[in-house]
């Protein structure tokens, strides 16, 4: 039987779950996979940590350099997050010829590149399933599952924290302030929570799906970002009024245009799959030119999701004599040829605030006449003092006709556009 001996770099939530994974299934996998999977060492300070998860003493190290040069270590898994610590620890294990294995969304994301260089120059390995959607195995659908495919379209919920806080706020009617502080007391979001909340953890992990799903280098800085942090009560039940939930949506596209990747807020009909995705699940839904509609659905964080995801990768690098690698060229940039338009097309849903007065909705419908928008719904909603609130559905039309428009209706002083959000019907 193979023996193959790992290193696990930090043993926080991923790390601990990823440990407990190895050695509970270690007979298993000798049965199942025919490889005996052995920790080898773990990198970790906090050795309290490390013994209360079982950790022999003789393993707990605190030096990368104990760790590269053990000859019984051939897979380094990093799981310490962070970029530039992960990035150095990363480099050294590729550089003496170690597979990685990683979790590591935004390092992956920015120096995927610079990574697999190396790794291919030591043929070493280089795994990052657990980057993307926890447990999810969405990288191995898109690398293995779906090769038969063009892939036309992607839409996920990719960030469970974000799904959780506004799951709160659409079910329980909480505000956002006390969604979030729920979701930091539960550990789903950090003390600082900009990574979660701002969309960039979603935007990592678009921008890794996106250069997968289409074949092309996606670099981080294409993807158009909107987070949640200005979600309102009022922008929610409005959006129950008329058939929506909302959602913070990834999504990649491939047009004649070119690639559109975005993470925003969105209004999801409720008959959508993506809708009754609710809490901290996450889930993709993917359409090919051949499969047609293939969905994805679990926990896109936590212990032992996310170990499931890293574990998978040991066992592919263990019974595996070939490397695989990215499917697209991995440069830091994108491909000159490559195009991200920004005027993509969407539906859009915008809360004006006017005056309650004859002849003001005719003012505003024109101006959207104007700019070639046409409208599916309008809903008025509950007075402030002389003012209403007014809802209003496009139907699909282009993102820059719209900022134009909203941008013509704040000029009327007498209106005030409170909100735009994207829609998915
Ligand atoms: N913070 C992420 C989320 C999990 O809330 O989905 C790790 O990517």
Redesign the pocket.
């Known amino acids: 039987m193979k023996k193959v001996g790992v290193a696990i770099l930090g043993l926080g939530v991923v790390g601990g779950g990823t440990y407990q994974i190895l050695t509970n299934k270690r007979e298993f996998f000798q049965r199942t996979q025919n490889v005996d999977i052995t920790v080898e060492c773990v990198l970790e300070c906090n050795r309290e940590r490390a013994l209360a998860l079982g950790v022999p003493e003789e393993k707990i190290m605190t030096n990368i350099a104990e760790v590269v040069c053990n000859p019984d270590v051939s897979i380094v898994i990093e799981v310490i997050g962070g970029v530039d610590a992960a990035r150095e620890y990363v480099l050294a294990a590729l550089n003496v010829g170690k597979t990685v294995v990683t ?1 590591n ?1 935004e390092l992956f994301c920015k120096y995927s590149h610079e990574l697999e260089r190396v790794a291919k120059l030591h043929n070493a390995g280089l795994y990052f399933e657990a ?4 447990g999810v195995p969405i990288i191995r659908t898109l690398l293995d599952g779906l090769q038969a495919n063009e892939i036309t379209s992607m839409m996920g919920i ?7 806080i506004l799951t709160k706020m659409s079910e329980e009617g909480m505000s956002y302030e006390d969604a979030l502080a729920e979701a930091q007391k539960l550990g ?3 003390a600082d929570p900009t ?2 909340v701002e969309g960039f ?2 935007a990592y ?1 678009l921008s890794i799906l996106a250069s997968l799903a289409f074949h092309t280098k996606v670099p981080f800085s294409k993807v158009f970002r909107e987070g949640i942090a200005g979600i309102t009560q009022e922008m929610i039940t409005d959006a129950q009024k008329l058939g929506y939930c909302l959602k913070l949506l990834a999504i990649g596209k491939r047009t004649d245009a070119g690639i559109e990747v975005r993470v925003h807020p969105t209004l999801v009909r409720k008959e959508h799959p993506l809708a009754s995705v609710n809490d ?1 699940f ?1 889930a993709v839904y993917i359409t090919g030119d051949s499969v047609g509609e293939v969905m994805l659905y679990g926990r ?2 936590g212990a032992l999701p ?1 170990g499931s995801a890293i574990v998978s990768d040991i066992i592919y690098a263990a019974t595996h004599s070939e490397n695989r690698y990215s499917t697209f060229k991995n440069t830091a940039e994108a491909d000159g040829d490559v195009k991200f338009p920004s005027d993509f097309m969407s539906a859009y849903c915008l809360r004006i605030r006017v005056p309650d007065k004859t002849g003001v909705l005719s003012k505003i419908t024109a101006l959207f006449a104007k700019n070639d928008i046409s409208l599916v719904e309008v809903l008025q909603s509950a007075k402030e003092g002389d003012t209403a609130g007014i809802t209003l559905i496009t139907h699909e039309t282009r993102e820059l006709a719209v900022r134009n428009a909203v941008e013509k209706i704040n000029a009327l002083e007498f209106a005030q556009v409170q909100s735009v959000l994207r829609v998915v019907s």
Do not use: L, Q, R
């Open positions: 979790s969304k980057s993307c959607v926890g990719i960030n469970g924290t974000t799904n959780y789903y979001a950090e990574a979660d953890d979603a992990k901290s996450n896109g964080a996310t």
